[in-house]
């Protein structure tokens, strides 16, 4: 049992399961970068330890379709050298077959699995468990080999009502209790919250009286993977006598999925195209928009930011986010509402009505889940390390042993055997970075370099001197870029230019005519120049070329 | 009245309240930058107005000593060319000449007033009228003319128990508005709660239930101006007999000047310095620490990263957060929280327990103030734009007419008469920035290559070419930085370096000669080059050296 993924941060989850040199990987998720991973496109776990062990994976289980447990696949396939099988409920394949897609990665056989379907995969019995989830076809893993049964439970609340009507398998999970689970890895997201956490079908009705007190146009914005979510603002706007139009890339995407394996139904003529809204009267629209986390390039920051080519939000529109900022996006969100109250129009938020349910239970459903289990050892997972300690605390309250409850770290590996269980020596773990094309370690000298540049700008030099005595030939060329409040014509840039000749006149008196001293000298003498005048540290980058 | 900074954003208050050619300005504040302000030290509000106006001012008036009230003044005072007599509270004073200090303005006149005094600033009559904050010597500031009263309320909440037992004089409010007020222009921070907020006073008995249940140290953090939050944590400290110690400079220094002005009482004895710390047994202390916001060098930061010289956190440690993140600073302060909680220490936040009480009036308080002063016209300020709102909401629920209720922006004038208010022609408005000693325009283009810089690096090609036919003489040298995974042997500097050799080619084919045209050629084809290879856009810089 080694997480490569997902412990002490919320996301890139990912966990390798092993029994007699086999693995089956469940689940590879990635993360969104943080605003000091600058320019960087997507955060992956480290899979080194899955490379070299390319030719031990029997399975690769996905649990359900959210990019935080599928969305490194591609680049996780890319750098093995042979492809395993990958499983997954129908949704979950469906919106993997389309980023896979997407990654030119076209012959990869990806099956799919219904709930309660039993596989084998080398020395495993693989079976998924029906969960409830914010997405469709949320499973929970049991892999059983001869030592006995673990269970990931992917991301899961206990829903008694879902949209669907299918609730988690409790008793399915309660056999496996009966049978003796040996290990737990459970979801920790909201083991902060006390209670149990609302259904999914109680947000339906209140959407519907918050769209019936709305005397003008609706925008709703919610994740696009939320397929329930978007079933019921269909519904609420149908009872209503409004038409939908779905406004954004991933939003059309996820639905289209979503309407061909019978997910969501919309009635005939009730969809919308996003340019015919116009021919239809405020009070008669529900827009349904991607932005709820106010991301940059999304539909509704665009309508915010009075820049959207079919949606141009004015006083009488109510926007509608029923759905909550993930911890880090908070600012994203606040600007987006401000700058819709600054057009005019209004907004809810889940502060102004129970228009929102998580897709995680809180702690009393995770005790729930301990209780049904009754696992022998436990490790939590998914959450952040204040997570993963209150995990731990509750399943202590509920009679586990403390010595059998793991607090567990990415790249450390908990080896059970017949005698007991512990950690084993670390693994190589931790973060990969996507930037453009390329993927690599975040140890890489661009980000700091680039941290540099981004506070203070760059100053390069560029000085002509003479092969024979090192002696400048020509004036400097000065050139800055990110260095604010100077011109080429500043007299800054005329102190530099002196600051390099006197430079060079030293390094000539002192006969030195090795190019690297020269610039190191350059560099010493300008970067101090440079933060007497400006007390700012830009880069100095001097480069001598020699004629 | 025109107000050149607090409308649509939470920060950088700064209001100009003129007439007959005379200003009185109100407060001027800072605000600290987003991330996307790249390298920026402060964000100011543009105080072009004043500048050219500097003859006329008669007073500057600081309701209070947060930095989004005084912070830009030293900034202020250098733009203008002659200093204008400040006025303020005598905490708030001796916080700003501490200020000025650091910034070696050290003739400036800063004259202390007390709760109810008058002075006149031309044809003004100036009152401060006691408020309650969460900081001492809060007024709101009254400015009488032929025409009217002006009653700027500062930030404010009506604290019926007051840490230091005097309350907002809500007596002199209601007398203002029994005399006729005509403008009121209130604080819109929490137009958004409903209800009163809770008094500073509940908050001393909850900490010392909290400080009760820990066992081993306590590092509490709170804001270090909030001094009688301070006094608080002293008192808890103090009855369960516990030391107290002072962490972080600031709150070092509000506590001396705090103290000084007998604000805080602390028992002989009590007060430890962090140095001493490790003689004194863990259930023995309480540690003040600053870093309630993540700051990057905040005291707390650093124990949260192990990286403090007197207190290294461990399991048995309790830290308690006695304050809320202001919006924008929750990535921080839950990656602070999620460090400790590594270390193994708790953490105890306002979602635990009720330890922290906000300093802005909620909604039931906003509408109480305009119900003592009965103004003619409201105009609400400190507030984005959803708050501004709101709070016009609020007045006009009290029986504000609404024709009489302004939504104002930075830089909007609203002018008043006998015959009523209108706003007027727009004033120059907006935002300054400090980076490094420097103070400047954000359009400045410095901000906008920094973003390139940050998310892509730059590309440096320094090509040297025959003066005579343009030809490359020398190979061209390639220098990059921030561009990730690439390094000097990499096949794509090769690469480049033949792109750059045909590109010049190609330019002296063509009979072009021009340097700025070759250099043109060179960053067209290249900036292509390195798009097409690596899929990001780096600044290309090409540099042509002709010998």
């Known amino acids: 049992m080694l997480p490569l993924g997902g412990l002490g941060e919320i996301g890139k989850n990912m966990t390798v399961v092993e029994y007699e040199g086999r693995i089956v990987v469940v689940d590879t998720g990635l993360m969104f970068p943080t605003p000091d991973q600058l320019g960087v496109d997507l955060v992956l776990p480290d899979f080194t330890y899955l490379r070299e062990r390319a030719e031990d994976i029997e399975a690769i289980v996905l649990t359900h379709g959210h990019e935080d447990h599928v969305g490194a696949l591609p680049f996780v396939l890319r750098q093995l050298d042979r492809t395993p099988p990958i499983y997954g409920g129908p949704l979950t394949t469906a919106m993997v077959r389309s980023k896979l897609d997407e990654h030119h990665l076209r012959d990869v056989e990806v099956t799919d699995v219904k709930a309660g379907e039993k596989f084998d995969a080398g020395p495993f019995a693989v079976e998924l468990v029906k969960m409830t989830h914010s ?11 001869e030592l006995g049964t673990t269970l990931l439970t992917g991301d899961y609340k206990f829903d008694q009502t879902p949209v669907d009507g299918v609730p988690a398998d409790v008793s399915r999970l309660a056999e496996l209790g009966r049978e003796g689970l040996l290990l737990l890895c459970g979801d920790s997201t909201n ?112 309508m915010a930011h009075g820049d959207h080519p079919n949606v141009s939000l004015h006083g009488g529109d109510t926007v509608i986010f029923s759905a909550t900022p993930i911890p880090g996006n908070e600012r994203a ?141 020509a004036p400097p060329e000065i050139i800055f870029r990110g260095v604010p409040f100077i011109d080429e014509g500043d007299k800054v840039v005329d102190e530099l230019r002196e600051a390099v000749d006197a430079s060079l006149a030293r390094s000539a008196k002192e006969e030195i005519s090795e190019i690297d001293l020269i610039q190191g000298h350059l560099h010493d003498d300008l970067a101090e120049f440079v933060y007497n005048r400006l007390k700012k540290r830009p880069m100095v980058l001097p480069v001598v070329v020699e004629v």
Do not use: W
């Not at 129009?345 to 702690?363: E, F, K, L, M």
């Open 191 to 302: 083991a902060d919250r006390p209670g149990m956490s609302p259904s999914e079908s109680g947000v339906g009705p209140r959407l519907e009286e918050t769209f019936s007190r709305c005397s003008g146009r609706i925008v709703v914005t919610s994740f696009a993977s939320n397929i329930h979510r978007v079933q019921q603002v269909v519904d609420a706007a149908s009872a209503l006598g409004r038409k939908v139009s779905l406004v954004g890339r991933s939003m059309r995407k996820n639905t289209n999925i979503g309407r061909s394996l019978g997910h969501i139904q919309i009635p005939e003529g009730m969809l919308v195209g996003p340019k015919e809204l116009q021919d239809f009267p405020d009070e008669k629209v529900v827009v349904i928009s991607t932005g709820s986390q106010g991301e940059p390039l999304s539909a509704l920051r665009r």
């Open 333 to 473: 969100v606040n600007e987006t509402i401000d700058r819709i109250f600054h057009l005019g129009a209004d907004v809810i938020t889940t502060r102004d009505a129970p228009i929102h349910a998580s897709g995680h239970g809180y702690a009393e459903e995770l005790k729930l889940m301990v209780n049904l289990t009754k696992p022998r050892y436990v490790l939590p997972m998914h959450g952040d390390y204040k997570r993963l300690r209150l995990h731990s605390d509750l399943a202590k309250a509920v009679g586990v042993p403390p010595r059998n409850v793991f607090r567990g770290e990415n790249g450390l590996p908990l080896e059970i055997t017949e005698s007991g269980a512990g950690f084993a020596a670390r693994e190589q773990a931790g973060l990969v970075f996507v930037d453009g094309v390329d993927v690599g370690a975040p140890e890489d000298i661009a980000l700091r370099d680039r941290r540099m540049l981004s506070a203070d700008g760059i100053f390069i030099i560029v000085a002509t001197v003479s092969e024979q005595d090192g002696h400048s030939v």
């Open 135 to 145: 997405i469709p076809d949320a499973f929970a893993v049991a892999l059983k080999c």
